[in-house]
């Protein structure tokens, strides 16, 4: 795993909960930086109807006029009225349900990555050449790819990351197609999908995902799947690398009981993502440091449902610790007995770089 010089991680990736007004041109700010990437889910509704809203992912490779939500396979929708521009330390809202509904002060939850760095030009390896365009940050070990597919196993696109991803999502833009994830402890020939809360599926072929090929430190090899590669197709990918004691993209096993599997991340943890991966039909659930709650009982979001958040006393209960998570459930939806998870996750605080100085001896 890569180090980081980060010694600031809100500078790079940040929760920011805000309440709606209903009101157009909605200026939230403390975001701490211009995101590249801004995904946001109405977290809590204070009064009234139309509880489920969906998911609302906006970056700026793509531009803000346009919309992808992990709730569902549709493609891109082009939309003038939900995110409609990122500003140095926040964004700026219209008025439409997903974002900003009413004037009842609902609860939304923003998550926000910082990449910055852009290039663009043609693919390479296998096929015809197509065309990309990428925002990266090599510190953070995150990039956003918009790319063409070319439908040939070994077309592959330079990903700005700084060093190999170890989780990579996928979205086609033009059609009602999954949302792709590849994860390290997965395999390259296993997908498993954002929008969904079934088990990976095992590409046969096995060049059909990435190509049977591991992403290098600058490149991603694709297969022939329509989710990752048709012709003539745009594609967006998110790219994770892992940067020690800043994020971290793993898996761990299960032991049912509430004094639950400990997880290492080597940092504090700010935001977790996590998947049971062995069967079942457990969904993606969001836990994050800046909703209300207490340790073992977080409110926890589920990227591929509309659903509002919800606060279980027997699902999804972490302790978030200095050097990782502990689990506190014997659901199968985080610690079941003997199941399997991937997460990713994002730290508070570093705990490397130049906030970890060495003492001096006295």
Same mark, same amino acid.
């Given at each position: 795993? #890569?180090?980081?010089?980060?010694?600031?991680?809100?500078?790079?990736?940040?929760?920011?909960?805000?309440?709606?007004?209903?009101?157009?041109?909605?200026?939230?700010?403390?975001?701490?930086?211009?995101? *590249?990437?801004?995904?946001?889910?109405?977290?809590?509704?204070?009064?009234?109807?139309?509880?489920? +809203?969906?998911?609302?992912? #906006?970056?700026?490779?793509?531009?803000?006029?346009?919309?992808?939500?992990?709730?569902?396979?549709?493609?891109?929708?082009?939309?003038?009225?939900?995110?409609?521009?990122?500003?140095? *330390?926040?964004?700026?809202? @219209?008025?439409?349900?997903?974002?900003?509904?009413?004037?009842?002060?609902?609860?939304?939850?923003?998550?926000?990555?910082?990449?910055?760095?852009?290039?663009?030009?043609?693919?390479?390896?296998?096929?015809?050449?197509?065309?990309?365009?990428? !925002?990266?940050?090599?510190? #953070?070990?995150?990039?956003?790819?918009?790319?063409?597919?070319?439908?040939?196993?070994?077309?592959?696109?330079?990903?700005?990351?700084?060093?190999?991803?170890?989780?990579?999502?996928?979205?086609?833009?033009?059609?009602?197609?999954?949302?792709?994830?590849?994860?390290?402890?997965?395999?390259?020939?296993?997908?498993?999908?954002?929008?969904?809360?079934?088990?990976?599926?095992?590409?046969?072929?096995?060049?059909?995902?990435?190509?049977?090929?591991?992403?290098?430190?600058?490149?991603? !090899?694709?297969?022939?799947?329509?989710?990752?590669?048709?012709?003539?197709?745009?594609?967006?990918?998110?790219?994770?690398?892992?940067?020690?004691?800043?994020?971290?993209?793993?898996?761990?096993?299960?032991?049912?009981?509430?004094?639950?599997?400990?997880?290492?991340?080597?940092?504090?943890?700010?935001?977790?993502?996590?998947?049971?991966?062995?069967?079942?039909?457990?969904?993606?659930?969001?836990?994050?440091?800046?909703?209300?709650?207490?340790?073992?009982?977080?409110?926890?979001?589920?990227?591929?449902? +509309? #659903?509002?958040? +919800?606060?279980?006393?027997?699902?999804?209960?972490?302790?978030?610790?200095?050097? @990782?998570?502990?689990?506190?459930?014997? *659901?199968?939806?985080?610690?079941?007995?003997?199941?399997?998870?991937?997460?990713?996750?994002?730290? +508070?605080?570093?705990?490397?770089g130049t906030n970890n100085v060495p003492c001096t001896a006295r």
């Amino acid at each position: 795993m #890569a180090y980081t010089t980060i010694n600031k991680s809100t500078d790079y990736f940040n929760t920011k909960i805000y309440n709606s007004t209903g009101n157009d041109n909605l200026a939230i700010t403390g975001v701490g930086f211009e995101a *590249d990437l801004t995904w946001i889910k109405k977290a809590r509704v204070v009064s009234g109807s139309n509880t489920n +809203e969906a998911h609302m992912w #906006a970056d700026q490779v793509r531009g803000s006029g346009y919309y992808i939500s992990s709730s569902s396979n549709a493609g891109q929708t082009s939309t003038t009225n939900d995110l409609k521009s990122w500003q140095s *330390d926040g964004f700026t809202l @219209g008025t439409v349900n997903r974002v900003n509904q009413g004037s009842s002060a609902h609860i939304y939850a923003s998550y926000n990555w910082k990449a910055g760095t852009t290039a663009s030009g043609a693919t390479t390896g296998s096929g015809t050449a197509k065309t990309y365009s990428s !925002s990266s940050n090599s510190t #953070a070990g995150f990039s956003i790819l918009k790319y063409t597919g070319n439908g040939t196993a070994g077309h592959t696109v330079p990903h700005g990351c700084g060093s190999a991803p170890t989780m990579i999502i996928f979205k086609q833009l033009n059609e009602n197609r999954g949302w792709g994830v590849y994860h390290k402890d997965l395999g390259v020939d296993k997908i498993i999908y954002l929008d969904e809360n079934i088990a990976p599926q095992t590409a046969s072929p096995n060049t059909q995902f990435l190509n049977n090929t591991a992403p290098s430190s600058s490149v991603v !090899s694709l297969g022939t799947w329509s989710e990752v590669n048709k012709n003539d197709a745009s594609y967006v990918a998110y790219c994770f690398a892992p940067k020690s004691g800043y994020s971290k993209f793993g898996s761990y096993t299960g032991n049912g009981n509430s004094d639950g599997t400990f997880v290492y991340t080597g940092f504090k943890p700010a935001w977790i993502m996590r998947k049971r991966y062995d069967g079942g039909t457990n969904h993606w659930s969001i836990m994050n440091n800046k909703r209300f709650g207490y340790n073992t009982v977080l409110p926890y979001l589920v990227a591929n449902t +509309e #659903a509002p958040e +919800e606060i279980d006393q027997n699902v999804n209960n972490i302790d978030i610790l200095s050097n @990782g998570f502990k689990c506190r459930e014997s *659901d199968a939806n985080g610690n079941g007995s003997g199941n399997t998870y991937i997460y990713m996750a994002f730290a +508070e605080a570093p705990l490397v770089g130049t906030n970890n100085v060495p003492c001096t001896a006295r």
